[in-house]
């Protein structure tokens, strides 16, 4: 038993499996180097294994010479020891995971930037190290060359084969080196001892180092000869290789001296790489204006730099650097440009616990490069991480303050979309969308988030979808910012195949003729191009109403088909809505409409600055992807969003109460209470946020309109009398004296469609109560056949909207709480002017009280508990 014990192979308990032999190396060697792996954690290293039973004398003393020196001496460029064991038969050494530099030169690129940056590096390294050894270990190394230098998995130099490290004060004669390979390496002064008297305690490192400086550029060397061969050597070096290569050992120069001239302006030293790695190893006795100014620049210098250095050498220290260090938000930028070059286990392990601690920082500049860079890292984040870590988070942008960090966030959700869940798509994301589309005072975020809802459409649930969309961007054209309407024409036309053909004939195209008037040129051309495509769709299926089901093969599916032949017309649209973002300008001195009331606003043309002097320069963004929005109530269903509510377009009664903007609305009648109250129970009511009117604004409109509608009564009497008077119909001026602007807002589509009623052929009592002169004054200014005096008159000098008026009504509506047909009633009878106009204030009296009455019967269900996910409305 004891015997077993003694004789069992102690090789065994050396903690490192050792793999195959590195081929080449122990041509130039006492030593075989293998590849092997530490037994507990499998990590990569590298091991010198000597056979002390094959081996003279001399060879083992040179061994354990080596190992002696390489436990002792400690330097960053010199190769790091890690175990050893000694038994009768082996000698092992472990150090870090490395190859030697004489067979990774066929690793390296071909001539180009890069190599050059990373042979410097390589090679200050090496000198570094001889500096070290020379001046401050008073040592010589005596064996410098390329198969006496490793490269590590970080792609840095480090200097090894210290078998022949001696005194620098001992005997100058270079030592006898084994194997015979290793003689081509040796100085001239070796073979001519009249030199040696002139030798200094550096002088034989620096001929290796030349001898290093030349195979970096040209390979292995064979013979000596080849040193005179300067041609690929770089000319900022070649002058300091003539030195280090000289025939007399006093003029090759001190290591320290060589650094010293490489590292001024225009040295071989002084790169971007260098000066990089350099700043890395001595950061933390930088300042923090140093660390910002540092990191600001590396992005763009990263490209030049090999791989395995950016990979295990700069990401490490720039994840340093930000968790333990105060480098602040500036080392976002090159830590996720590098974070790509690692695989999916290690960016799981090094990346997303860094990104998620970034996401949760109130510092703004922090949150903004966050979401500028996000498309770097998104690939890589899970979706149950986007879900309850990160989108949170996100979320709080939509609410900021700052115009730039809500831009950016609504831009970021193209990214996050993919991975959202239901709730936080298709709930968060749109009611967020919602209120940035109708509330938010810069034309660029409005822009951008219809830019960003067609973006998204294809993630979207399909029922939500076909609720949405259209609503959302007829109510994009109605902007008074032009490149918000052509983002709504763009969008609807790219989205094409979500809509039902029914919606299309009875909503989408209607909505779209009104922009063929626009001021603006830009929104007119797509205006009109987008109404061809629908108007083709329309005829091909009216020629064969067997397309109608692969027209709308795409409404119902959660995943649309890329392929679908109804969407090609539009794939102009798609490209521009996919491609560009409208780069935001601050707009918001420009006064903003009225998010409530009748009242004409200023034209588009009058308000907003021609888009012809707008900058639309763009931001190219990758995939159609959608946005998304994370709050803390999560209650909301696809019920909650129901037809009605789409169809009267309330697309923008989203406030959240914690919104700078929710406190207040630009009439100034929603008080800050209601609305937080509005918003905290809105979810239950199957409306988009709080639609109920307020009830003292219902009654100063009631007011309003009663007053209007007397005057409007006086104005008609009036205009009766006269024409009777006069027998000839008042000039258009003198109308307009009589009535004022806002007058105008109520009367002008009620007596537009009571002239169309006109227009019909007037019954022949009618007809007789013309008079002859009246018929005469009708053939110069009317067309059409009155029906009474009265309303020949009102109707006839009352001139037709234009596109001045029509572009202020449309801008008017644009922010109104309520788009509902049923606004103005049409005249069935056209007997009486003055009937017409009560009852339709009694029609809209009607209206208000059977909507309150709703209302307050939603108040009370909701007061017997919550309505639950998935509930039908009623």
Known sequence: MMWSFFSRDSSKDFPYDIGEPVAGFDNYSIWTLHKAKRKATQEEVSVFVYDIRSGSDTKCELAKAALKRLKTLRHPSILQYLDSLETDKMLYVATEAVEPLGTFFTKLATDNVQKGLYLAWGIFQITRALSFLNNDGNLRHNNVSAWSVFVNASGEWKLGSLEYVAAADGNPMPPVKIPVTLEVYDAPEKNDQSKLKAATKCSVDMWGLGCLVWEAFNGVLRQRSNLKDIEHIPKSLQSLYCELVGASPSNRPNPADIITRCRKPGGFFKNDLVDTLLFLEEIQIKDKAEKNRFFSGLTTHLENFPDNVCKHKILPQLITAYEYGDAGSAVLAPMFKLGKLLDEVEYQKRIVPCVVKLFASTDRVTRSRLLQQL????????????????????????????????????????????????????????????????RDDQGGIRTNTTVCLGKIAPHLHPQVRQRVLVSAFIRAMRDPFPPARVAGVLALAATQQYFLLNEVANR?????????VDPEKTVREPAFKTIRGFLGKLEKVSEDPSLRETMEADVHTATPSIGNAAATWAGWAVTAVTAKFYRSQSDSSRPRPPLTGRNLSKPASLEQPSSSSLSTTTSSVTS??????????????????????????NWGEMDDPSSPLAATSNNGQLVAANALNEVRDGWDNEEWGSLEEDPCEEEEQAEQEQQQQQMARQSISSTTSSSQQ?????????????????????????????????????????????RPKELANLSSSATTSPTTPGALTNCNNISPPSAHLNNSMHNANWNSDSWADGEFEPFDDPGSGNSKLDEARRKREEKKLQRQRELEARRAQRATGPLKLGAKKL
């Open 375 to 438: 498309e770097l890292f998104i690939a890589h984040l899970q979706p149950p991480v986007v879900n309850e870590q990160i989108f949170p988070q996100v979320a709080h942008g939509f609410l900021d303050t700052n115009a730039t960090i809500r831009e950016q966030t609504v831009k970021s959700i193209i990214h996050l979309a993919p991975k959202l869940n239901y709730n936080n798509l298709n709930v968060e994301v749109l009611r967020h969308f919602a209120r940035l589309q109708a």
């Open 508 to 516: 989408v195209l209607p909505s779209l003729c009104s922009l063929t």
């Open 624 to 649: 159609m992807t959608s946005l998304e929005h994370e709050s803390n109530d999560t209650s909301a269903s696809a019920s909650d969003y129901g037809n009605n509510d789409w169809d009267n377009e």
């Open 726 to 770: 006069q027998q000839r119909p008042l000039l258009p001026h003198q109308h307009q004296q009589q009535l004022q602007q806002h007058e105008l807002n109520d009367l002008i589509e009620p007596l537009a469609k009571l002239n169309s009623h006109i227009t019909t052929s007037p019954s022949r009592q009618q007809q007789a109560t013309l």
